[in-house]
């Protein structure tokens, strides 16, 4: 009896030590279905690779934590943080946020140029100037574009709205309109994978944009940390290596 009774408590202890070693809370990376790659490949709703996917992965190896995506529209982002849905935006600015309050940011992590991009049969630009008065151009539902949304708003520009830049560039493709905006890792990862797609090889900057990553302050998992592990992303070349991945 007095067998049994001790491997009924050991039989209780290993159970009571599997109950205990649960699996950690992953990272919740907020994911905005208005990406395109090479920063985020989106397929039905799932995060499945690009930059920000592997950053994702990075950041969860470093922090010993597993790693999730929340896919939902740009427009509801800041609702989500609000929520304590998320803990980790990136490829992101403060500017781009209506609360960056809500956010620890890490330091700039790259940046990349914002661009005019034509159909290879518009002659070259080389400034905004040069477009005609009530010309469409090709833009993202929800972007800001600092330098032209005064032109749109005089009616100098006619916006017409994609839901994300690969569509945008889909359409400049087809003759839907003769320019369109877009970042240039974006049109030059078009271009790679659409060689026929017919876009001009030149591109008007419109100056370059940083990227951050910011981590919410109400993350479940202490935000110094997530940002120590951002930092050790860049300053290990991970990120250059990531980014190179995807030239």
């Not at 395109?36 to 996917?53: E, H, L, N």
């Not at 740009?74 to 304590?84: E, H, I, K, Q």
């Not at 060689?195 to 900057?205: E, I």
């Amino acid at each position: 009896m007095k067998q049994i009774s001790k491997l009924a408590v050991y039989v209780a202890m290993g159970l009571g030590a599997h109950v205990g070693a649960q699996q950690p809370e992953p990272l919740r990376f907020l994911v905005s279905s208005a990406w395109s790659m090479p920063y985020g490949d989106i397929q039905a709703d799932r995060m499945m690779g690009g930059i920000v996917f592997d950053m994702a992965q990075a950041i969860g190896e470093s922090t010993k934590l597993p790693v999730s995506f929340l896919v939902m529209p740009r427009n509801r982002t800041d609702a989500a943080v609000l929520a304590g849905d998320v803990d980790v935006r990136c490829y992101s600015n403060p500017a781009w946020t209506k609360v960056p309050e809500a956010h620890l940011w890490s330091k700039p992590l790259f940046d990349a140029p914002d661009v005019i991009v034509g159909r290879a049969s518009e002659p070259p630009l080389s400034g905004i100037d040069q477009i005609p008065a009530g010309t469409p151009i090709g833009m993202v539902l929800g972007f800001v574009y600092p330098a032209l949304d005064d032109r749109v708003a005089r009616g100098s520009l006619v916006r017409d709205n994609a839901g994300d830049q690969e569509k945008n560039l889909l359409k400049l493709s087809v003759g839907r309109f003769p320019y369109a905006v877009a970042n240039g890792r974006v049109v030059d990862w078009y271009n790679r994978q659409n060689p026929k797609a017919g876009l001009a090889k030149w591109q008007l900057s419109m100056g370059k944009s940083e990227f951050y990553c910011g981590v919410v302050k109400s993350a479940r998992t202490d935000p110094q940390r997530i940002l120590a592990a951002i930092e050790r992303l860049k300053s290990s070349g991970r990120l250059e290596n990531i980014l190179v991945k995807y030239r």
